[in-house]
């Protein structure tokens, strides 16, 4: 990670193509590259709406565009809005679900990898 903003609605990563990502392709490896991604929207709401919430993985597809033969960076966010809707969707019903699209591109932009995460979402009983 090279950025997260102080309310932690803002991540920025980079995977740099190294000895330890590369592959006997001279490209990054896929587990790589959704390694870099897996962790991003789950931490950013588990840090956002705090201990009165439960955040989990509910699943993930991953498309790999083009092979990824050099760096590769990550801009995620979230707004206000969205946590919102969560907060508001929480309070009337047991748990929901939100889907979260992710991207990593070289520096001229191209999109390398895309990636569609579902996250699973509830109040976290334990805390009542």
């Known amino acids: 990670?090279?950025?997260?903003?102080?309310?932690y609605?803002?991540?920025?990563?980079?995977?740099?193509?190294?000895w330890k990502t590369r592959n006997h392709l001279n490209m990054i490896w896929?587990?790589?590259?959704?390694?870099?991604?897996?962790?991003?929207?789950g931490l950013m709401l588990h840090k956002i709406l705090g201990p009165d919430y439960y955040v989990v993985d509910k699943s993930a597809h991953i498309q790999f565009k083009?092979?990824?033969?050099?760096?590769?960076?990550?801009e995620f966010k979230i707004n206000s809005g969205e946590i919102d809707i969560i907060k508001e969707q929480c309070a009337r019903h047991s748990k929901i679900e939100?889907?979260?699209?992710?991207?990593?591109?070289?520096k001229q932009g191209k999109v390398h990898v895309m990636c569609e995460k579902t996250l699973h979402i509830r109040l976290n009983e334990d805390n009542k």
């Open 1 to 7: 990670m090279t950025h997260i903003s102080d309310d």
């Open 9 to 18: 609605k803002t991540v920025n990563i980079k995977l740099d193509l190294n």
């Open 30 to 41: 896929g587990g790589s590259l959704y390694s870099a991604l897996d962790p991003i929207y």
């Open 66 to 74: 083009r092979p990824a033969r050099d760096t590769v960076y990550g």
């Open 98 to 106: 939100r889907v979260y699209q992710l991207e990593l591109t070289d």
